[in-house]
C-alpha cells in the first residue's frame, strides 16, 4: 500500500508541475510547501486576492488539461486539499 501511495504522490506532483507561471508556484507554495495565503502573497510581493486568483486558475489548468485522467487524480487531490484545510482551519 505505501508502495501505491508514493506512486500516487508522483502523479499528482507531476501533475502539479505541469501548472504553468504564477499559478504553479503558488499552488505549490500552498499544497506543497503548506504555506498560508498571507505568507505567499507576502513572498510574491503581491495581494491575498491574487493568491486566490492564480490558485483559480490553477485548478481550471487542472481541470482541462487533465482529460481523462482527472479521475486517476481527483480523490487523491482532494484528500491533499481536506488535509490543507483541515490543518490550517
Given at each position: 500500500?505505501?508502495?501505491a501511495?508514493?506512486?500516487?504522490q ?22 506543497i ?9 507576502r513572498?510574491l510581493?503581491?495581494s ?5 486568483n492564480?490558485m483559480?486558475g490553477?485548478?481550471?489548468f ?7 485522467s482527472?479521475?486517476?487524480y ?7 486539499l ?8
Amino acid at each position: 500500500i505505501a508502495e501505491a501511495m508514493a506512486h500516487q504522490q508522483m502523479l499528482i506532483r507531476l501533475q502539479i508541475a505541469r501548472i504553468p507561471g504564477k499559478s504553479g508556484q503558488v499552488f505549490h507554495m500552498l499544497f506543497i510547501r503548506k504555506l498560508g495565503e498571507a505568507e505567499i502573497a507576502r513572498q510574491l510581493g503581491i495581494s491575498e486576492k491574487t493568491v486566490r486568483n492564480l490558485m483559480s486558475g490553477a485548478f481550471r489548468f487542472l481541470k482541462i488539461h487533465s482529460g481523462n485522467s482527472l479521475r486517476r487524480y481527483a480523490y487523491p487531490i482532494i484528500i491533499l486539499l481536506l488535509i490543507y484545510f483541515y490543518e490550517n482551519f
